[in-house]
Structure formats: C-alpha cells, structure tokens
C-alpha cells in the first residue's frame, strides 16, 4: 500500500516537474541569446546550437522553481480533494506521504550543486568558444552588413569598402583608433590581412595593414606595414560566477588566470614599463655623452639616443623636447653610424599593452646625416616595433608580474624609481583592490552555491507544507506563498555577496548572512512541518 501511495505522488511530482521546468527553460535560454546576437551579430545556424548549450545553463535556477511548484501543486491538489484526509484516517502519518516530496528536493538539491559547480560553467564555456571560434566570420559578416567592426575594447573601429572572407581580406581599410582625452587618429591602407588565433578562454584578432598611412595630429606618416590587435573577451565565461570549482581554486593560487585581472595588470605593467624608460632616460641625460640603447627586433640596428629633456605623457608615451640626436649603428660592424638624425621634438609611444609589444620612436621634421655629402631633412621618422631593454622588462612577465606591480617600493629594483607617478599609484592601488575583490567574490561564490543549493530541501519541504495549508484557495495561492521563502533566501544571498564586496566589513560577515538564511528557512520549513503533523 505503502508502495503504491509513494508512486502515485511521485508520479504526479515529476509529470508537474518536467512540465514546469522544460517550459521555464526554453523561455530563460531564448533570453541568454539576446546578448550575443547583439555583442556578436550569430547566425541561425547558430542560434539553434547555443539554444541546446544554453538550457542545461538555466537549469541551475529552473530546477528548484521547478521543483517548488511541483510540489507545491501536488501536495495542494492532494489535500484539496480530501486524499490526505483519507490516509490520515487510515492510520498513515504526515512523514509518510512526505517522503516522494523529500526524495524530489534531495535530487533537486545534488542536480543544483552538480549543475552551479560543474555542468553550467562548462556549457557556459563551450557556448562562448563556440561562438568566439567563429570570429573570423562574425567579423566580416559585420562590415558586410554595417561597413564597420567595433573590435572589443572600443579602441578600435574597423571600415572597409569590400570584404572578401575566402581569403580572409579587407579592401580599401579605414581604422579609426579612439584614444582617451585625445582627438582620433586614423590609419589608412589599400588592403588588410585578417589572423585570428584561436584559444581556449579567449581569441586574439589581428588585422594587419599593408601600404599604411597613419594620420596623427600634425601630419600624415607612412608607416609601412603595422598590425592592430584586440582580444575578444568572453561575453559570460570570465565572471567569477560562471568558472567551475578547479577554475576557481586556479584564480585563487594564480590570479593573472582570470582575464579581468589580467587585462588590468597589463594596463599597470605598461605604465610601470614607461615610467622605468623614462628614469633610465633621465640617467642617461646626467652623464655627458651617454646614450640610451635601442635595439631593433631582429637585432640587426641599434638606435642610441640622447634628449635635451622629456616630460611624461597621456596614453602611453614620453614626450621628448630637444636637442635630440639619433644615431642609428650597425652593432655588427663595430657600431659604424648609419645615420645621424638630429630633430627639436618627439614622442616615444608604447604602442600596445600586450607583453609581446615594443617600443616606437617618432621623430618630428628631424635633419639626417649619413655621410658629409649626403644629408637632408625628413617630415617624420618612425621607427616601429622596439623591443623593451631588458632592465624595463625585469620582473614584468609572469610569474612575477603581480609581486612586482603590487609592490609599493621601487627603490630595489634594477631601474630605481625615485618618484613614481600618481597615474602609476592610482593604477596599482586599482590592482591591489581588485586583487582583494577577486579573493572575496571566489570565497564568496563558493558558499552562495553551497547555500543555494543545498536551501532547495527546506525550501521544497516548505512548497509541500503551504500547499496543504492553502488547499482551501486557488490551486496557484500555495505556489505563490512558496516563492516568499525563495526570495527570502535569495535576498540573504545576494546581501551577503555585497557585504563581501564591501572592503569596509570583514568577509566572514557576507557568509555569515548567506548561511543565516538558510538557517532561517530551515526553521521554517520545521515549524510548518510540526504544524501540519499536528493537524
């Protein structure tokens, strides 16, 4: 009897359940689309694969929605028509009929804490690649439709006449670079080489000009060739919500893992790399006759430099005000001047964040010299790709970045700086928090799907009992008086995780609050149970 009892009321718990649940969750994953049909314009072949991505995504918060109103209904139905009136008289107690409700919320709770810690951030992870490893046609399938491409970041904007994807090329290319608190600059060129790498967390598009002519603020400068590289983010896999467990301890032991931190520590380490060239080119002024030495990336030309004075500037560069002498030597042809180059101003610019990226020198109007009979005067002297002296780059790769950015005295390093600037204080002091509010938000995380997940037994249990003590109502009353406890305990959640996030107060606190709703509804879900039973 027993038996047939538990099936009956299992079998009407999982037809509501499943109902309830595939509806929910068709509606919450046609939702998740609409972000990345904006960020990245899908197609709908794709739509139709990252629909089936995104549902075991929602799944973390449909099956405890679920599963209340499963019981909630069933459980209300089952009083309403008099059936637990029937069993009690027959000798059957309440803790009988409310074992099929348990064995739902245990199966809902270990689904939940399986889907938060494991299933969701791999479907997260997998719709994000499968979407980013289509960059390639995401790009031009934009500037075909918009004649434009925002590449992430919003630093760069992308127009081209034709785009050609077959041999992944843009025809007559316009890119416009939006630099902070300075007018645009813009880069021409007839045509553009498109090179995506594809990598796991996040792919890097490079769109490398031909024949190019960069328009900066005085003058147009023939550039040759030169490349303009962005990394595309992740739309979702990069919020420390959506990172499985073994994720989560990797940014714990290794924070330069998660890409906001790591985007952040590259702004510092260049700041921190212009402020080290300016101090050692602020030695080299001291002594007389001393040059500052560049070497070009294939080692074949060394650059030494001498200044009158520099100032440092905005978005990444030194100003250099003269007298300014550039000897450019053969290193191996015992350093035999190529060339002299003497000039009143210049600029040396970082040209990117990125670790691989160098140094280039720009020389305004400057008057060269290669021998006593053969000299003249240039518009411009642009000398691109750099690499950084190895005393600037001491301590700025990984793993050493973080120790040496975060640090507050740069007296002992190998470039001494007796003077860091407020910019490069402001952006470490952003690091340092943000460290600390990555540690928090992991600790955080943690819990809050501790506490979700294992808050859908009590939570359940309470759907059961207020759908008995609502039976006289409308059959959704009792559902509706559930979804209280719920946001109750979501309330508790999220208050905790902005305490977490508040430097202010201790972080224990926001787990404190977290388990405290639990506990809350656990004592809830007891005290109806001992009503009910009473009945």
Same mark, same amino acid.
């Given at each position: 009897?027993?038996?047939?009892?538990?099936?009956?009321?299992?079998?009407?718990?999982?037809?509501?359940?499943?109902?309830?649940?595939?509806?929910?969750?068709?509606?919450?994953?046609?939702?998740?689309?609409?972000?990345?049909?904006?960020?990245?314009? =899908?197609?709908?072949?794709?739509?139709?694969? #990252?629909?089936?991505?995104?549902?075991?995504?929602?799944?973390?918060?449909?099956?405890?929605?679920?599963? #209340?109103?499963?019981?909630?209904?069933?459980?209300?139905?089952?009083?309403?028509?008099?059936?637990?009136?029937?069993?009690?008289?027959?000798?059957?107690?309440?803790?009988?009929?409310?074992?099929?409700?348990?064995?739902?919320? #245990?199966?809902?709770?270990? *689904?939940?804490? &399986?889907?938060?810690?494991?299933?969701?951030?791999?479907?997260?992870?997998?719709?994000?690649?499968?979407?980013?490893?289509?960059?390639?046609?995401? &790009?031009?399938?934009?500037?075909?439709?918009?004649?434009?491409?925002?590449?992430?970041?919003?630093? +760069?904007?992308?127009?081209?006449?034709?785009?050609?994807?077959?041999?992944?090329?843009?025809?007559?290319? =316009?890119?416009?670079? &939006?630099?902070?608190?300075?007018?645009?600059?813009?880069?021409?060129?007839?045509?553009?080489?498109?090179?995506?790498?594809?990598?796991?967390?996040?792919?890097?598009?490079?769109?490398?000009?031909?024949?190019?002519?960069? +328009?900066?603020?005085?003058?147009?400068?023939?550039?040759?060739? /030169?490349?303009?590289?962005?990394?595309?983010?992740?739309?979702?896999?990069?919020?420390?919500?959506?990172?499985?467990?073994?994720? &989560?301890?990797?940014?714990?032991?290794?924070?330069?893992?998660?890409?906001?931190?790591?985007?952040?520590?590259?702004?510092?380490?260049?700041?921190?790399?212009?402020?080290?060239?300016?101090?050692?080119?602020?030695?080299?002024?001291?002594?007389?006759?001393?040059?500052?030495?560049?070497?070009?990336?294939?080692?074949?030309?060394?650059?030494?430099?001498?200044?009158?004075?520099?100032?440092?500037?905005?978005?990444?560069?030194?100003?250099?005000?003269?007298?300014?002498?550039?000897?450019?030597?053969?290193?191996?042809?015992?350093?035999?001047?190529?060339?002299?180059?003497?000039?009143?101003?210049?600029?040396?610019?970082?040209?990117?964040?990125?670790?691989?990226?160098?140094?280039?020198?720009?020389?305004?109007?400057?008057?060269?010299?290669?021998?006593?009979?053969?000299?003249?005067?240039?518009?411009?002297?642009?000398?691109?790709?750099?690499?950084?002296?190895?005393?600037?780059?001491?301590?700025?790769?990984?793993?050493?970045?973080?120790?040496?950015?975060?640090?507050?005295?740069?007296?002992?390093?190998?470039?001494?700086?007796?003077?860091?600037?407020?910019?490069?204080?402001?952006?470490?002091?952003?690091?340092?928090?943000?460290?600390?509010?990555?540690?928090?938000?992991? /600790?955080?995380?943690?819990?809050?799907?501790?506490?979700?997940?294992?808050?859908?037994?009590?939570?359940?249990?309470?759907?059961?009992?207020?759908?008995?003590?609502?039976?006289?109502?409308?059959?959704?009353?009792?559902?509706?008086?559930?979804?209280?406890? !719920? !946001?109750?305990?979501? =309330?508790?959640?999220?208050?905790?995780?902005? #305490?977490?996030?508040?430097? *202010?107060?201790?972080?224990?606190?926001?787990?404190? =609050?977290?388990?405290?709703?639990? *506990?809350?509804?656990?004592?809830?879900?007891?005290?109806?149970?001992?009503?009910?039973?009473?009945?």
């Amino acid at each position: 009897m027993f038996f047939l009892l538990h099936r009956y009321l299992l079998k009407e718990l999982l037809r509501v359940f499943l109902l309830a649940t595939v509806a929910l969750m068709l509606i919450l994953s046609i939702g998740l689309l609409v972000p990345m049909i904006k960020e990245y314009g =899908v197609s709908p072949q794709q739509m139709l694969s #990252l629909i089936g991505d995104f549902c075991p995504i929602t799944l973390t918060f449909v099956i405890p929605i679920g599963a #209340l109103f499963a019981a909630a209904i069933t459980y209300g139905r089952f009083a309403a028509d008099r059936e637990l009136d029937a069993c009690r008289a027959s000798g059957i107690h309440f803790r009988t009929l409310l074992l099929p409700g348990l064995s739902l919320a #245990l199966a809902s709770a270990l *689904a939940n804490l &399986l889907l938060s810690f494991y299933i969701t951030p791999a479907f997260v992870h997998r719709s994000e690649y499968r979407v980013q490893a289509d960059a390639k046609q995401i &790009l031009f399938r934009n500037i075909q439709r918009k004649g434009f491409w925002d590449l992430p970041g919003g630093r +760069f904007k992308i127009y081209a006449e034709q785009a050609l994807p077959a041999e992944n090329l843009l025809l007559d290319v =316009v890119i416009l670079e &939006l630099q902070k608190d300075k007018s645009p600059r813009m880069i021409t060129s007839r045509n553009a080489l498109v090179d995506i790498e594809t990598h796991r967390a996040h792919h890097l598009v490079s769109v490398i000009t031909e024949d190019t002519i960069r +328009f900066d603020e005085e003058q147009p400068v023939h550039v040759g060739t /030169i490349g303009v590289s962005r990394r595309v983010p992740p739309l979702l896999s990069e919020k420390i919500k959506f990172q499985k467990i073994e994720q &989560l301890k990797q940014i714990q032991a290794d924070k330069l893992r998660f890409g906001p931190i790591y985007d952040l520590a590259l702004t510092v380490r260049a700041q921190l790399a212009l402020e080290r060239l300016a101090e050692q080119l602020r030695e080299a002024m001291e002594q007389p006759n001393e040059y500052l030495r560049l070497r070009s990336a294939d080692g074949g030309r060394e650059y030494l430099l001498r200044v009158g004075g520099f100032q440092l500037g905005q978005a990444r560069r030194i100003e250099l005000t003269g007298p300014i002498r550039l000897l450019e030597v053969h290193p191996y042809q015992n350093n035999e001047i190529y060339c002299r180059y003497d000039c009143k101003r210049g600029q040396i610019l970082l040209e990117d964040d990125r670790i691989d990226r160098g140094l280039e020198l720009i020389l305004q109007t400057p008057q060269w010299q290669r021998s006593p009979s053969v000299k003249g005067t240039a518009l411009q002297k642009v000398i691109p790709n750099l690499p950084l002296p190895a005393p600037v780059v001491d301590g700025l790769t990984p793993p050493e970045l973080l120790g040496t950015l975060t640090q507050t005295d740069f007296s002992g390093d190998r470039i001494a700086l007796p003077n860091p600037s407020e910019v490069l204080r402001s952006l470490q002091e952003r690091l340092r928090k943000e460290l600390i509010k990555v540690d928090n938000q992991v /600790i955080c995380e943690l819990h809050s799907r501790l506490v979700f997940g294992l808050g859908c037994v009590p939570l359940i249990l309470t759907g059961i009992c207020l759908g008995i003590l609502f039976r006289g109502g409308h059959i959704l009353s009792a559902f509706g008086a559930s979804m209280i406890p !719920a !946001a109750v305990l979501m =309330v508790f959640i999220l208050s905790g995780k902005q #305490l977490t996030r508040n430097s *202010a107060v201790p972080t224990e606190a926001g787990i404190a =609050v977290m388990w405290g709703g639990l *506990a809350l509804l656990m004592v809830l879900a007891w005290l109806l149970y001992r009503k009910i039973s009473r009945v």
